[in-house]
Each structure stands twice: as structure tokens, then as C-alpha cells.
Nanobody
Framework: QVQLVESGGGLVQAGDSLRLSCAASGGTFSNYAMAWFRQAPGKEREFVAAISWRAGSTYYEDSVKGRFTISRDTVKNTLYLQMNSLKPEDTAVYYC????????????????????WGQGTQVTVSS
């Protein structure tokens, strides 16, 4: 059973940086796609960034392009989200997600396409 455990959230000021981690276990992730989603209070969960585990191909939601970087450590089986130039509107619970890659696809941007989820980590950005 795949398990995902996020860490690294916290309270920061606008303009600061944070790095989120997601430790993955219980699977062979070379054929997986993984992603970060976030959910702000009163809003639906939204896609942030995705990566194909083997190839390292990445894809970002427009509002985080140039500020956030998704990466993975294939030895540690850990997914990362480096967040720079944080804004108050980045405040949310951040979730990592995983699923098996389907042939012809490198990433997925809809939450219903993912099978495994972490418990989430809170990121709060004050102005």
C-alpha cells in the first residue's frame, strides 16, 4: 500500500521561501506520476505542480510558474516542492498525490486522477 507523508509547512511572511517534502513508501515509483495540490479555506482543491518520477518531466499551474519548483529524489523516494516569493494567496493545506502513469501520459492535473494522497501540511503566508 502506497503511503505519502508530507512535511515542511509552516507560517512565513510574504516573500519568504519554504520547501515541502513528501516521503513515499510502499511502492515502486519509477512508473508513477506525482503531484502537489492545495486547498485554501472555502475553496476547492487545486492543482499546483506535477512530475513524472522516472523522466522528471514537470508541469505547473500558471500562478506558481517561476516561483515554485517540483522535484524528486529517486533514492530517498521523496517528492519536494520548493516555494519561493510566497504570497498570502498561497496560504492553503498542501497535499502530495501519486498514481501509476498510463502509457502516453507524463502528468495529470485533476485530483480525481490520483489514487494516493498524503494527509496534508499547512502553509500560511502573512502579509
Amino acid at each position: 500500500q502506497v503511503q505519502l507523508v508530507e512535511s515542511g509547512g509552516g507560517l512565513v511572511q510574504a516573500g519568504d521561501s519554504l520547501r515541502l517534502s513528501c516521503a513515499a513508501s510502499g511502492g515502486t515509483f519509477s512508473n508513477y506520476a506525482m503531484a502537489w495540490f492545495r486547498q485554501a479555506p472555502g475553496k476547492e482543491r487545486e492543482f499546483v505542480a506535477a512530475i513524472s518520477w522516472r523522466a522528471g518531466s514537470t508541469y505547473y499551474e500558471d500562478s506558481v510558474k517561476g516561483r515554485f519548483t517540483i522535484s524528486r529524489d529517486t533514492v530517498k523516494n521523496t517528492l519536494y516542492l520548493q516555494m519561493n516569493s510566497l504570497k498570502p494567496e498561497d496560504t492553503a493545506v498542501y497535499y502530495c498525490a501519486a498514481r501509476l502513469l498510463r502509457s502516453g501520459r507524463s502528468y495529470y492535473t485533476s485530483d480525481y486522477e490520483y489514487d494516493y494522497w498524503g494527509q496534508g501540511t499547512q502553509v500560511t503566508v502573512s502579509s
